[in-house]
């Protein structure tokens, strides 16, 4: 069974940096069996949105509004996916969301049919 878990979150001034985890575990370890991961947000009123995409190869897709800020990364070792974020701004505040889906034969799926979604970590960032 295929769980997430976040964890980092907080209250940080703008302009700060905050780091975020994402400790998973349950997934197949076999070669035939990659897995795409991301983080996503949702801030209060509006929908949920992509942040990026980590592809089973390890190459990373960014949103365009938060490309140079925010950097996916995956500790193999720790089963842990992280999420650097930089220059914090108070629009930054969200709830954020780590999620997993099995990669397929073309690539990974759309995130909103994304399979495995943790219970999030708020972010509220101060200016």
């Known amino acids: 069974q295929v769980q997430l878990a976040e964890s980092g979150g907080g209250s940080v001034q703008a302009g700060g940096s905050l780091t975020l985890s994402c400790a998973f575990s349950?997934?197949?370890?076999?070669?035939?069996?990659?897995?795409?991961m991301g983080w996503f947000r949702q801030a209060p009123g509006k929908e949920r949105e992509r942040i990026g995409v980590?592809?089973?190869?390890?190459?990373?897709a960014y949103a365009d509004s938060v490309r140079g800020r925010f950097t996916i990364s995956r500790e193999h070792d720790l089963n842990t996916l992280r999420l650097q974020i930089t220059r914090l701004k108070p629009e930054d505040t969200a709830m954020y969301y780590c999620?997993?889906?099995?990669?397929?034969?073309?690539?990974?799926?759309?995130?909103?049919?994304?399979?495995?979604w943790g219970q999030g970590t708020q972010v509220t960032v101060s200016s």
């Open positions: 999620a997993a889906d099995l990669e397929q034969l073309y690539g990974c799926r759309e995130w909103t049919d994304f399979a495995y």
């Open positions: 349950g997934f197949i370890t076999a070669p035939a069996y990659n897995y795409c």
């Open positions: 980590m592809f089973g190869n390890g190459n990373t």
